[in-house]
């Protein structure tokens, strides 16, 4: 890439003090996202995908949380030294934040209207006319049928999949630069979660905004995501482009949660496992975090962490043992 | 020759009351006239989307909650007309496992206490050996007897669901419900969730209903699949049939809609629009006629009714004629995710030796 990321997050370290301990939710995070790019971050429950994008909106709760070292540049700027008010400015205005559970972030006692004015008069220093034509203008685009009167319907009396359109509305009311996706379609059907993946990539198309989608979701990720980054108790464990790292898995952990995934396609009898679980993140470990589970694991993986070393261009890998066939 | 568990227009219909004196103002019809067969040893699958009635007939079937109508045998006992004596001794034989293994372990019990419950309460074990009896079916499922004297909240989700994996084995039962046993866990513990769900049904011969809303997880657990739109069953058949011929569009949209793990595969067709109607006022006629693309008027006012069709039934008026489509196409995972976890498997077996 000639031009600068729109987002770079290098070296990310959040750190949680509970009690009289330190615990490391995340660890030399890096990755970089650019304007008009989907970038997938992967992986499963713990491992530190939420942690970093709630940081880059700095909403991780200081205390107990506290970013323990790294930056995360935002059209240059680091978020992470900016003051509250000027982060507030940021939130819901240059970037936009969709949540997976769209009943606990939507605020019941308001319409849904009044929520996307109040960011509108508040980002945009729109009027009130203005502000509500531009909310129901906002919830037409997302597909809400009659937005007109939707508009002065309460969270509750709309379907999921309706209140993830309204979400998706609100976070990009003020075109945002940057849309940040965790797990947006978790909790909603098939059906529904289709719809709502289309509609984010026409509205991605629309507005060329970049979108960071967090998810655990492997199929998720490979319709929509352009670059992809796998985590591992809260490390970067390989970072490459969609295809890829779908034809060319490296890691060993990326390669058994690949081939974890029941496939709709074939019924292949038993399904491949990784055996055991994931550290608790107060666990110490010195050297990979993956090692416990790998049966590639040598005295060295327990020993050192690996880095995330370029296997081939734009494919980085953190394993001492990559590629894999080497160790055959 | 009878199937081991044999329901029969099995309807659930809740009332909605309203007002002091607690009129009923309408009926949420959660299930309507389902029918299916479970033999022994066999996994049906009930698959749709959320509020379509999957859990209610889980429930209804094993009586934790009154049908409306309907009958359900269990290896040719009439379950419904059974006295609540007599229920306890059928409820040895169908047990259920839930999503969320959390919410249903007892806090305040160890594993030990949730797992020798059953296993007293039914006789089938005293209190001189129930201990052993617990250890063996921790390592039945895959626990160490050391996780006895634990709690649940020291668990890992997927440890947890081998606990309640464990209660419901605890009775040697016939049939296990089973509600979205990995719904709430992760990739690689959902594989081995299934793994284990399917040893012990080899081992022990049970039939499982197996309740989900992930089509590729049914894939590989069922023999057959049930697909139920707003309480009734649309399409049931053979898994095989299912994935490579589905008959109803809303099976096909289904298929269509689960994402696959292959960037080469991205969706060319739109989805299905809408969303699930109301169960308290479903639409005239054909339930999926608002969101179905191939409606036409006889759909908005004529109800079809399920049919035999080859090895499956279906319940839409142009079964037969419509095209029948490669819903479920997929490429296979790429060479080097196999040959890579070929060397991983090769590298676990030698640790294991």
């Not at chain 1, 940021?90 to 006692?109: A, C, H, K, Y």
């Not at chain 1, 009659?146 to 319907?153: I, K, N, T």
């Not at chain 2, 994996?165 to 990739?187: F, N």
């Amino acid at each position: 890439m000639d031009h600068a990321p729109l987002l770079e997050v290098e070296d990310l370290a959040v750190e949680f003090r509970i009690g009289g301990t330190v615990q490391r939710a995340v660890q030399g995070v890096s990755l970089s996202l650019h304007s008009g790019k989907t970038l997938g971050v992967v992986g499963e429950s713990g491992c530190g995908k939420s942690v970093t994008s709630l940081s880059i909106m700095r909403l991780v709760p200081q205390p107990p949380g506290h970013y323990a070292g790294g930056a995360i540049r935002f059209k240059g700027r680091d978020l992470l030294k900016l003051s509250e008010t000027e982060m507030r400015k940021l939130r819901g205005g240059e970037i936009g934040m969709i949540f997976q559970e769209p009943m606990t972030s939507l605020n019941p006692v308001y319409t849904c209207g009044a929520q996307i004015e109040e960011s509108l008069s508040v980002h945009s220093g729109l009027s009130r006319k203005a502000a509500r034509d531009r909310a129901v203008e906002m919830l037409d685009l997302v597909g809400l049928p009659s937005p007109r009167s939707r508009a002065d319907d309460y969270p509750h009396q709309l379907s999921g999949g309706q209140r993830q359109r309204v979400m998706i509305a609100l976070a990009l009311a003020n075109d945002p630069a940057l849309l940040i996706a965790d797990e947006p379609t978790t909790a909603l059907d098939v059906t529904i979660q289709a719809q709502i993946l289309d509609l984010m990539g026409e509205l991605r198309e629309r507005t060329g905004a970049a979108v960071m989608l967090v998810t655990h979701d492997l199929g998720v990720v490979a319709q929509t995501c352009d670059d992809v980054v796998v985590m591992y108790a809260g490390r970067v464990v390989e970072r490459a482009s969609t295809a890829a790292l779908f034809s060319d898995p490296q890691h060993p952990y990326t390669v058994g949660l690949m081939a974890a995934v029941p496939r709709i396609g074939s019924a292949a009898g038993r399904l491949a496992t990784i055996p055991g679980t994931v550290p608790p993140p107060w666990a110490k470990i010195g050297g990979c975090r993956f090692a416990s589970r790998c049966p590639l694991a040598t005295d060295h993986c327990r020993a050192e962490d690996p880095p995330l070393a370029e296997l081939a261009p734009g494919h980085t890998v953190a394993c001492w043992r990559a590629p894999i066939e080497a160790a055959a | 020759m009878s199937a081991m568990l044999e329901v029969r227009g099995l309807t659930k219909h809740f009332p909605v009351r309203r007002g002091v004196l607690r009129r009923q103002v309408g009926t949420v019809q959660a299930v309507t006239d389902v029918s299916f067969d479970v033999n022994e040893g066999e996994t049906l699958a009930i698959v749709g989307e959320s509020g379509c009635g999957k859990s209610t007939i889980g429930r209804t079937l094993l009586r934790l909650l009154e049908p409306t109508a309907g009958t359900v045998s269990l290896d040719g006992t009439q379950v419904m007309d059974l006295p609540a004596a007599d229920m306890r001794e059928m409820r040895k034989r169908m047990q259920i496992i839930f999503q969320d293994p959390f919410g249903s372990l007892n806090p305040r019990m160890t594993v030990a206490e949730t797992l020798a419950e059953p296993l007293l309460l039914h006789g089938l074990a005293t209190s001189s050996d129930v201990k052993g009896k617990v250890d063996a079916l921790l390592e039945t499922c895959g626990l160490q007897p050391w996780h006895a004297g634990r709690f649940p909240h020291e668990f890992s989700g997927g440890q947890r669901q081998r606990v309640g994996i464990a209660r419901a084995l605890a009775t040697r039962p016939r049939l296990i419900v089973c509600d979205e046993p990995v719904s709430a866990l992760d990739v690689s513990v959902q594989a081995q969730i299934v793994n284990l769900l399917k040893d012990l049904q080899t081992e022990f011969g049970i039939g499982y209903v197996f309740i989900s809303h992930d089509l590729a997880v049914v894939r590989h657990m069922a023999a057959r699949v049930a697909v139920v739109y707003l309480g009734r069953i649309v399409e049931e058949a053979p898994v095989a049939e299912l994935f490579a011929t589905p008959r109803h569009p809303y099976t096909r949209s289904l298929i269509a809609a689960a994402p696959r793990p292959d960037p080469a595969a991205r969706k060319t067709s739109a989805p299905v629009e809408g969303d699930l109607p109301s169960a308290l006022n479903p639409p005239p006629g054909c339930a999926f006629h608002p969101r179905c693309p191939l409606a036409e008027a006889r759909c908005r006012t004529e109800r079809p009714v399920l049919r035999p069709l080859g090895k499956a039934r279906v319940a839409c008026h142009f079964a037969e004629t419509a095209p029948t489509t490669e819903a479920a196409a997929e490429n296979p995972p790429s060479e080097a995710l196999t040959r890579r976890l070929q060397v991983l498997e090769a590298a676990r077996q030698k640790e294991n030796t």
